[in-house]
């Protein structure tokens, strides 16, 4: 079956680090770049940035830059996404989802900022 | 606020059809193929359409996507109430980052 598997939710104190993980199965992990997107309760979309799991090239959005870090360890078909400088308005729903058209996604990682 | 302008809401009687726009400019939308996603709550997005009107395996034909310049458009045809959901268009811009529209919320009256 081909899927998204990502790592289970997190709470987490403001200035922490957060580092989200996404399994893929079911097709070859180097075929396709990840993508990161994240969601707020009650609102839309936001894309953090992507991954090329062959090379580990990635490319931020301009709001997460010296915030993100994303990685991968093919050996096992896995994409990681760390935060850092955590603060209440990162709590959301952090989404991997595979490729140039965003054609798959994992099920979301609720993380939850909160003294 | 999003690059991409959709509607916050639309909605439509079970059996009509249903548009959502997707307004965007020529960094984005207009030199880009557009995509679409529907997301029930508390789930992920699915894929409805990718490069501008294409459909994956398992989407009926009652969606169906079009591009015309800096917007795109979304429709459904035969509205069911299992299609009330939020309903996104994503693409690409000249920076390489992806964006999306803020969402759009269909209702079947």
């Known amino acids: 079956q081909v899927q998204l598997v990502q790592s289970g939710a997190e709470v987490k104190k403001p200035g922490a680090s957060v580092k989200v993980s996404c399994k893929a199965s079911?097709?070859?992990?180097?075929?396709?770049?990840i993508n990161w997107v994240r969601q707020a309760t009650g609102q839309g979309l936001e894309w953090m940035g992507w991954?090329?799991?062959?090379?580990?090239?990635?490319g931020y959005a301009q709001k997460f830059q010296g915030r993100v870090t994303m990685t991968r360890n093919t050996s096992i078909s896995t994409a990681y996404m760390e935060l850092s400088s955590l603060r209440s308005e990162d709590t959301a729903v952090y989404y991997c989802?595979?490729?140039?058209?965003?054609?798959?996604w994992g099920r979301g990682t609720l993380v939850t900022v909160s003294s | 606020q999003s690059v991409l302008t959709q509607p916050p809401s639309v909605s439509a009687a079970p059996g009509q059809k249903v548009t959502i726009s997707c307004s965007g400019s020529?960094?984005?939308?207009?030199?880009?193929?557009v995509s679409w996603y529907q997301q029930f709550p508390g789930t992920a997005p699915k894929l409805l359409i990718y490069?501008?009107?294409k459909r994956p395996s398992g989407i009926p034909d009652r969606f169906s996507g079009s591009k015309s310049g800096t917007s795109a458009t979304l429709g459904i045809t035969g509205l069911q109430t299992a299609d009330e959901a939020d309903y996104y268009c994503?693409?690409?811009?000249?920076?390489?980052?992806?964006?999306f529209g803020r969402g759009t919320k269909l209702t079947v009256l």
């Open positions: 989802a595979r490729g140039l058209s965003i054609d798959l």
């Open positions: 079911g097709y070859t992990f180097t075929r396709y770049d």
């Open positions: 991954l090329n799991p062959v090379s580990g090239k990635t």
């Open positions: 020529s960094s984005n939308i207009g030199n880009n193929y």
């Open positions: 490069e501008n009107n």
């Open positions: 994503g693409t690409w811009d000249s920076s390489l980052s992806a964006v």
